[in-house]
């Protein structure tokens, strides 16, 4: 599986898609939501989420991002996503694929004694290698709408798919803060 995670970077980069349920903490509540997205070759997102009491027929929101710019749709009405909101959706979804950086780096980083260690992205975060050699979660700073934001990811199981990894549950804080539980049902990098 290693080997093909090695194989896999330095093929290029892999479009990655992916389908589950998340958890949302907006102040005082709860928000359970589906969630289907896919980030391709060139680092392209679209997301699509709604929450799982109205159903995708008519909860369905989509935010799309590319290199220059997103957009956000709700109600099947389109527009511009502001600049620090892109600028912060860019580093959590360039997350995911600094993640596959970090994949095909644990064998060397456990050669070397290593069990934390740094990716560089949109933003630099330090991945961590647990017992079992396998990666457990990882750290980062972000510039958020209300300021600079200290992240804390734990996974709990990865799924793999053509030398790609993918968490199969991740738990994200803020600041402390629980932020975001992702349940990944089903994943596929290309």
């Known amino acids: 599986m290693i080997g093909l995670a090695l194989l896999a970077a330095a093929a290029g980069p892999l479009a990655l898609s992916w389908e589950g349920s998340a958890e949302v903490y907006p102040p005082g509540r709860t928000l359970q939501i589906a969630v289907r997205s ?12 709604w929450p799982v009491e109205l159903g995708e027929a008519k909860g369905l929101r989509r935010m799309t991002l590319s290199a220059e710019g997103g957009t956000m749709e709700r109600g099947g009405e389109k527009q511009p996503m502001p600049a620090d909101m892109w600028a912060e959706e860019r580093a959590q979804f360039g997350f995911y694929r600094q993640l596959q950086v970090a994949a095909s780096e644990v064998p060397a980083h456990i050669a070397q004694g290593v069990n934390t260690f740094s990716v560089d992205g949109e933003v630099k975060t ?3 290698i647990g017992p079992d050699g396998e990666l457990i979660g990882a750290v980062n700073e972000v510039r958020a709408a209300d300021g600079r934001a200290w992240q804390e990811f734990r996974f709990d199981g990865l799924l793999r798919s053509n030398g790609a990894v993918f968490p199969k549950q991740m738990r994200m804080t803020r600041n402390g803060q629980r932020f975001f539980l992702l349940e990944v049902t089903k994943f596929d990098a290309r």
């Open 126 to 128: 330090w991945f961590r």
């Open 38 to 49: 896919s980030i391709d070759a060139q680092g392209n997102v679209v997301s699509e989420s």
